[in-house]
């Protein structure tokens, strides 16, 4: 087992770049070698390693940029830090992932974290994975989020990340309103309540469902089937792991999936 090129190029990523991601990058460089596959500076080489390289930076720059949310409002409050320690026990973390999460985080709500500079880094691993991209978005929005209100500094920070992601304020502010949406839309547990078909759902919880979509309540079958589909197809979990999400984040994308389906069902329900 060749493990020299790995053990090299952790060394020579941190001392480098100071930073547990780049020793993480020098270790995905390191495994390359040790694979024999060679290098492509020009971008990420289409081999498995690639794979592996953009499910862990996925990985830890979730978990970095979550600190870095967290902290926003200038402290990490009891909600922020419930969130990420719930955050971790719906992915069935092992202990050693777990620590890779909490160093992550811990790091990410220093004051010295590079944040533009990570983003941009990500970003480039990621090429044009827009999906990827999107679903660490919504973690993003679901973390700051999470004591049931956005301030003007969460705010700040998410515009921050989403521009450095390639989204556009207005794309962020639509994307918003169906995180907060869905939020609700989950503690009202309304998929449940509606498929077992007891008793009409209220207003608000119909609401919710087409905010989940991203579509206006006068929206026609056509237009509510597609904006559906697209959602299913940008979250389908199999994909998205394909495209380099980490095995350990599917029950997100599954739950996702679940949100979105049961919006549509709803809807297609109350369309009747």
């Known amino acids: ?56 930076a996925f990985f830890y720059a979730t978990f970095s940029v979550m600190g870095n949310v967290a902290k926003a409002k200038g402290q990490v409050t009891s909600h922020e830090i419930a969130f990420a320690s719930a955050y971790m026990n719906k992915l069935g973390l ?39 991209l999107l679903m660490f978005l919504e973690i993003q929005i679901q973390v700051a989020f999470s004591d049931g209100d956005l301030d003007s500094a969460e705010r700040s920070v998410l515009h921050t990340i989403a521009k450095f992601l390639g989204y556009s304020a207005g794309e962020l502010d639509n994307l918003l309103e ?44 056509p237009a509510i089937k597609k904006a559906y589909k697209k959602l299913m197809s940008q979250h389908h979990p199999d994909k998205l792991i394909a495209k380099g999400l980490p095995p350990e984040m599917m029950e997100i994308a599954k739950q996702k999936t679940q949100d979105i389906q049961a919006a549509y069902d709803m809807i297609v329900k109350d369309k009747k």
């Open 1 to 56: 087992m060749h493990i020299w090129g790995k053990i090299l190029g952790f060394l020579f990523g941190f001392m480098l770049s100071k930073t547990i991601f780049g020793a993480l990058l020098g270790l995905w460089l390191g495994h390359i070698f040790d694979r024999g596959r060679g290098f492509n500076f020009n971008g990420l080489s289409g081999g498995k390693e690639d794979e592996v390289s953009r499910q862990a």
């Open 94 to 132: 092992n202990e050693e992932l777990r620590q890779q999460a909490q160093d992550a985080f811990r790091e990410g709500k220093s004051s010295a974290f590079p944040l533009k500079d990570r983003l941009v880094k990500f970003k480039r691993l990621m090429g044009n994975r827009h999906d990827l």
């Open 178 to 221: 169906m995180i907060i949406a869905g939020a609700n839309f989950q503690q009202q547990g309304s998929s449940g309540y509606r498929q077992q078909g007891r008793v009409p759902v209220s207003g608000q919880q119909l609401n919710n469902a087409y905010k989940v979509l991203g579509i206006e309540k006068s929206s026609a079958m």
